[in-house]
């Protein structure tokens, strides 16, 4: 059996668009002389579709061209499609595979396992489907599964989430193919996780597994693709490509034999993380209908990083950089600056803060003279963020926000300043990370992108004189692993401060972070690269206390 | 037996400062003469604690109080409790009423519906435990029930969300007592709802009911409290104080004669909504540390009801005023603000913009003159978010944002403009509602609290000569029923359109609605009154297609 993979990128509530590219996938398949052809998760409406599902005619519309235009598809011998789809029945909505054959449904699939924490939501829509049953692929017994329906195996986790493993169901039936459509976001660590629990699967029931993944970035998730095949013996047999859509075909045969080749892992690094937020970055822009992209340019790393990143993924002549210094900017902020867009080759403007900044303190004090307040360092950082909608609105350009995870968490930005902007890049990025991906473009490019002062020079806002971060916050060393076990692990004080950080420096940072919720609330999308990024999927009360 | 029902008002994570109130609510009870005292639903961490469940020391403290501090309180016959918490066993969680008698944990009673739609992810947190036991309360077969457990009966209710009714196997199990522990939020409608299913469900099982509810504003959500008790004939017997906190005691022998009086049912109209708002307002603004709120004021009705309801919220010498006009401006802008904040008593200072604006015409545009374009409209709009953040940020007040629901559901607003704020208060009012809001207003006062020509002037938001806002919306009577059957019906287009609506309107408002999402994600969290407001309520992909 010749059995064809679509590893697409479809744009949420795209019906039509993604029907289109989900006909044409097939054509190419059945050219290709595919006997089956496999999609991704919710292929149709694009992973996550969120509460566009609420709305009762997108899944009827859904419906609809299932019946219309893709079942005809595979009438008179053409190859049958296996293809994630919402389905009703008995008032209850299913996140399903469908399996198409021969112009008729011949069999739907429903998701057992529907996760619903970090950014997840499904049992919000969906409801669990119990009954799980081995469908033959010409003659070969399939599981035919869902995304987290393969990740609760209780050897493989410590812990498993969910009561039930719909693949002890499925392989007691005496199932030989895992076949699992996916749509599953990246974050560092995926990579090798997959590759640890796939092929242990695969020993554990002596099956071929074809893991199918979504690709593209939709909102702040990215999905990497890296659909991947392995043999009955745990051998890797096919990785497709990561952040790229593919076609692939898989002879059924070759998964019960040996591998012809011995691959190594996947890499799960710097790069990955590079290749995330390019993707994502383009993704977003492209899927919200713009072309361009405009980000205010410090001379410091963070923005150095998020101008490097949108001319990677969309072209230098799309993005637009602007530079507005401020009585406090030291004179190499705009040197810096230039020197980046010069190497970026991106166009540039210079914008001088210092008239209305001067404007505003005309009105606000009666002295008319500055009093260095930090409500004037928020307000030049408002002054900027006005300057960079200014030309979103005027000229169509999408902005960028340009604040790393570590500022964002301990509340170190401006809302409505330098917090503005329609995507957060590097918003999921810790500071130290940002350094990394910094020194990582210079490598990639095999030149220098990110200027050396501004990797090397001490992190400042330059919202005051001779200002920097570490007048304020402990170094980013320390900083950015509290953060980590504070955020991403939920770790109480008590246990960070177990694991060698002083007392005093883990309680400031946990007051930042608890304090600046209101600020995360009204911040923009940020792309997620970790395990947990702000967003979706961490979900805190602004008014609280804190004397537990 | 003579059971205390205590309706507080929790802080979200403030265990300490909870259980206090815990402790003295009981003390009192047991001074009045309390056999057993109930509190509502997750108590002692507020509802809705939020991902402040996912760290570990948060529930392991909530269990060490429950240990240290409450269960000791029963000892000695002393009253019993029942309180609601969470509770760990077995690596789950369980949203958990505990009944603690005599100094140990009598039983447990764990909820068994978890509702994770609209703005509730309790699936995110709690497993659903399905085993109900009756409990006896002094030989009174009683069923223990939170929130959820008793909104599923399947004749009540055309279509059940959950698949089983909890009340069907404890009043199988002979319960002549239901007692539901709640943390329900108010919105209009809701107070109605509950007064036709409770004496429903008093009356199908021949059962007294004892309804206690949360009281106070937690973020968006603004629980009522309004606790009700209902005899065994479904005649309701006592009604708690709406928006108030309240102990009250019932004589569970009360609850199987006929009442004494006939109650009226409760109010569901725009005083009800006004009590919401200024609770909403008052906790929000006090549970976040603040003592103050700055506001712009417009001259608009929006910005007058916003202030009024803050002024009778917080008092008058709490309520920070700025007017902000601009060569835009109509004359009677600012006398109407001033008008309205005398009729306050709220202190208030008029600051132009022009100077700022001239300053930013002169970096950005070449010619130095101002274009009149929308970037310019948006730039007048920033400077005055900017003025009145200033204001926040300088004097320690808490920014209060002053959209409706039809400009937030449309995107006429700005972001980062008149959009800053930490809280928006009438941001689930639509347009004609906050008019309602604004003659009630003046009625509960007896005199004219919003200057009448605030009231009956076209509305404007006065960023170009002559702007109205109907040169660029429907009237506002055609388009806050489009909103609604969009948003919280979720009916189609086409739907909406066999209500009576003109098509080609009916299309261009959702157009306009679905292209702000990106407006709204970043939106102030904005407090709730209808069945479906923007924020966790209503979760949206920003990069998407609407070709279905």
Request: aromatic share 8%; with cysteine.
């Amino acid at each position: 059996m010749r059995i064809a993979l679509a590893q697409i990128n479809p744009t949420i509530g795209a019906l039509t668009g993604n029907t289109k590219k989900v006909v044409e996938y097939y054509d190419r398949a059945r050219a290709g002389g595919a006997d089956i052809v496999v999609f991704s998760e919710l292929t149709l409406s694009g992973y996550p579709p969120k509460d566009l599902l609420l709305y009762n005619d997108f899944v009827a519309r859904e419906k609809e061209i299932i019946t219309d235009k893709i079942l005809p598809l595979t009438a008179q011998n053409s190859p049958a499609i296996i293809i994630g789809t919402s389905h009703h029945e008995g008032g209850k909505l299913y996140n399903t595979a469908a399996l198409l054959e021969e112009g008729r449904i011949k069999s739907v699939h429903r998701k057992t396992l529907l996760p619903n924490y970090d950014v997840f939501d499904e049992k919000r829509y969906f409801t669990s489907f119990m009954e799980r049953k081995v469908e033959l692929l010409d003659d070969l017994p399939t599981a035919i599964t869902i995304c987290e329906d393969i990740w609760n195996d209780c050897e493989f986790f410590a812990e498993p989430i969910h009561n039930v493993d719909p693949l002890e169901i499925l392989f007691g039936q005496g199932a030989r193919l895992l076949l699992n459509l996916s749509a599953s976001p990246y974050n560092l660590g995926k990579h090798k996780l997959r590759e640890e629990l796939l092929p242990f699967l695969a020993k554990k029931y002596s099956s071929g597994i074809i893991y199918l993944n979504q690709v593209g970035g939709n909102d702040e998730l990215i999905f990497d693709g890296s659909s991947l095949v392995y043999n009955d013996r745990g051998e890797l047999i096919y990785r497709a490509a990561a952040f790229e859509e593919e076609l692939f075909f898989i002879e059924s045969e070759d998964l019960y034999k040996p591998a012809a080749v011995v691959q190594p892992p996947d890499k799960d690094d710097i790069d990955t993380v590079y290749q995330t937020l390019s993707l994502g970055v383009k993704d977003y822009v492209h899927k919200t209908g713009f072309k361009k992209v405009v980000l205010g340019l410090s001379g410091g790393v963070d923005s150095a990083v998020v101008a490097a990143l949108a001319t990677d993924a969309i072209g230098p002549e799309n993005v637009f950089g602007i530079m507005m210094p401020s009585p406090y900017s030291s004179d190499h902020s705009v040197e810096d600056a230039v020197r980046l867009a010069e190497n970026l080759g991106i166009n540039y403007q210079v914008v001088h803060i210092d008239r209305p900044f001067a404007a505003y303190i005309g009105l606000l004090n009666e002295t008319n003279e500055a009093t260095g307040d930090l409500a004037e360092e928020n307000l030049q950082a408002r002054i900027r963020g006005n300057i960079v909608m200014h030309y979103s609105n005027r000229e169509g350009y999408l902005a960028l926000a340009t604040g790393n995870k570590s500022e964002l968490a301990v509340g170190y930005c401006t809302l409505y300043g330098d917090m503005s902007g329609g995507l957060a890049v590097i918003a999921d990025l810790p500071k130290m990370m940002v350094y990394e991906l910094a020194g990582h473009l210079n490598l990639i490019h095999g030149r220098e992108i990110i200027p050396g002062r501004t990797i090397s020079k001490a992190p400042s806002a330059e919202l005051r004189p001779d200002q920097k971060d570490e007048d304020s916050l402990p170094p980013y060393k320390i900083l950015d692993p509290i953060l980590h076990y504070y955020i991403e692990e939920n770790m109480s004080a008590e246990a960070i401060i177990n694991k060698g950080f002083e007392a005093k420096t883990v309680q400031e940072v946990i007051y930042m972070v608890d304090r600046s919720e209101f600020k995360r609330r009204q911040a923009a999308p940020g792309l997620r690269v970790t395990t947990r990024s702000f967003g979706m999927g961490r979900r805190m009360p602004i008014a609280r206390s804190y004397d537990y």
